[in-house]
């Protein structure tokens, strides 16, 4: 039998404390301290347990990051009325926050808690009429932008905040490609994306964004941003709609789409997709924050019902610190 | 017996956590009321979990029915909206836990 010098090209380290660094990942050595082999394992994500929102909300529209989120309007159930409400998150629980200038659901959304905005969607129980209008949020209170030039309901979002984002797909009649960019007081027409569609999970900045998937027909169409054009990449492994915008979180280069139907959660690494742990409680139509990073995000809302308040918190930490075990 | 079965309601923060999750297979699903059915990974990390949040144990026949009712409910729901209402969403199909 081969020994792990032989294999490895070093004998096994011994170290008093572990190592602390993603670096290491594939280091195998002895710990002194607690007698033990370990191994530095590559981080594997995770979702727990967060706060639940006071309102259930389908539809329902999202910024920010775990510990700082923000969600807006949606499709209260189960009375089915679309509402102008948003909370706020801290990483522990919701908390009311001022409402929209107007009723707001299956939108898109970008932004962080305290420069955010909420654009496109629909504005009443039906699907019209259409959301044109964006709606600014600065951390206290809403205002009134600029319109879409062309209004649609479920679209996606991407931005880093209220006067740089940009927002991509939707319909109503039918399915758009068309891409506008804002800049905090108007919308631009940009480069459209290859497949028209609509609810693709979608985040990023207004430079650098991901839609992947979305109806209609459960696609598995992925399209990469760069500010001015979409180009198609490596497909879902399972095609998927998401019954609303914006599963998903990350950018072109690192994301992840969550749950949607069917109901598994894909992660991307900037070449291809890796099924990775779902949510406990699986759903669409919910809305997924985590902006610029897959280290860290949340999905809040969604469907059925019974998990129409429900929040889930992702980490995947860089590495793990594993005791070697035999068995 | 690879999985056990019992129903608990969430109460959010912690009520599973990252390191729980990584420990045993967790999925929850519609139940009566706040209460949802959870499938739980039958090891001792998924015991100590079942303790931990109260939950009452169910056998998978109790635990399908109970499944199986709430969807049913939820499509008598659906089924009860308008067609321009119905259009935003599915309806409710029925779900075989594992």
Same mark, same amino acid.
């Given at each position: ?31 002194? $301290?607690?007698?033990? =082999? ?6 594997? %994500? ?16 999202? $910024? ?26 801290? /990483? ?9 200038? /107007?009723? #707001?659901?299956?939108? /898109? ?32 209170? *809403? ?49 459209? #994306? ?29 399209? #990469? *941003?760069? %500010? ?13 709609? =998401? ?10 280069? $690192? ?23 779902? #949510? $406990? ?32 918190? *992702? ?13 | ?26 999925? !929850?699903?519609? !139940? ?8 739980? !990974?039958?090891?001792?990390? !998924? ?52």
């Amino acid at each position: 039998m081969a020994t792990y010098k032989e294999i490895k090209g070093q004998t096994v380290s011994s170290q008093a404390s572990d190592p602390s660094s993603a670096a290491d990942t594939g280091l195998l050595y002895y710990n002194t $301290a607690s007698g033990t =082999f370990k191994v530095v394992a590559p981080g594997v %994500g995770a979702w727990s347990s967060g706060g639940g929102m006071n309102g259930s909300r389908y539809g329902v529209m999202g $910024a920010g990051t775990v510990t700082a989120g923000l969600y807006m309007g949606g499709t209260h159930q189960p009375t089915d009325s679309t509402k102008n409400t948003s909370e706020t998150y801290n /990483g522990t629980s919701w908390s009311s926050a001022p409402a929209m200038p /107007g009723n #707001l659901r299956n939108g /898109g959304s970008w932004g962080v808690q305290t420069s955010a905005v909420a654009v496109g969607g629909s504005t009443s129980p039906g699907e019209t009429p259409l959301g044109g209008t964006a709606y600014e949020f600065d951390g206290s209170s *809403w205002s009134s932008g600029g319109s879409l030039i062309t209004a649609r309901r479920g679209n996606t979002g991407a931005g880093a905040s209220s006067s740089a984002g940009v927002t991509w797909g939707g319909g109503d009649p039918g399915d758009y490609t068309n891409t506008e960019s804002y800049n905090g007081t108007s919308f631009t027409e940009a480069g459209d #994306l290859n497949t028209a569609r609509r609810n693709t999970a979608g985040n990023g900045t207004q430079t650098d964004a991901i839609a992947a998937g979305g109806d209609p027909g459960s696609m598995d169409n992925v399209e #990469l *941003w760069n %500010g001015t054009s979409w180009s198609e990449t490596t497909v879902l492994n399972t095609g998927r709609g =998401f019954g609303g915008p914006s599963g998903g979180m990350g950018s072109s280069t $690192a994301a992840i789409v969550v749950s949607g139907n069917p109901n598994n959660v894909e992660e991307w690494d900037g070449t291809s997709w890796t099924e990775t742990s779902d #949510l $406990a409680t699986t759903r669409g139509s919910g809305h997924a924050v985590g902006y610029a990073t897959t280290s860290t995000g949340m999905y809040f809302g969604g469907s059925p019902y019974t998990y129409a308040t429900y929040t889930e918190e *992702w980490s995947k930490p860089a590495y793990s610190i594993e005791t070697v075990t035999t068995s | 017996m690879e999985y056990k079965y019992c129903t608990a309601i969430n109460w959010g923060k912690n009520f599973f956590t990252h390191k729980e999750r990584r420990q045993f297979y967790l999925s !929850g699903h519609a !139940g009566e009321g706040k209460s949802c059915v959870w499938v739980v !990974g039958n090891n001792i990390h !998924g015991d100590h979990w079942i303790s931990k949040v109260s939950g009452v144990s169910k056998t998978k026949e109790e635990a399908q029915a109970i499944v199986t009712t709430q969807i049913e409910a939820e499509q008598i729901a659906y089924d009860a909206l308008p067609v321009e209402a119905q259009a935003k969403y599915p309806r409710p199909v029925e779900f075989e836990i594992l």
